[in-house]
């Protein structure tokens, strides 16, 4: 795990976990007419990094389904810009 705003720029730092949080949607999963089990889950993790350069970014992800067809395309980073942490001891 890098911070991309430092790998862009070539600078190195130290990334730390900030938490995660995850959508709460309400989803089952369902056999489809074939016996295949489908998990649609439309909830979306979203996992924080904090890096020791006063970068903020997350990681948006969505579990894809076993059957195949519910691919994990929201995986994306997103950052917040320069915001920092807050001030480390
Ligand atoms: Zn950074
Ligand atoms: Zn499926």
Redesign the pocket.
Known sequence: MKCPACEAKGLSSRVSDGGRTRTLLGWRPYF?EAG?E???DPNRQHRIYFCSNGHSFEIISRPA??????PNELAQTRMFGATEPGPRT
């Open positions: 489809d295949v489908h998990h649609h389904c076993p059957a195949g067809d519910y």
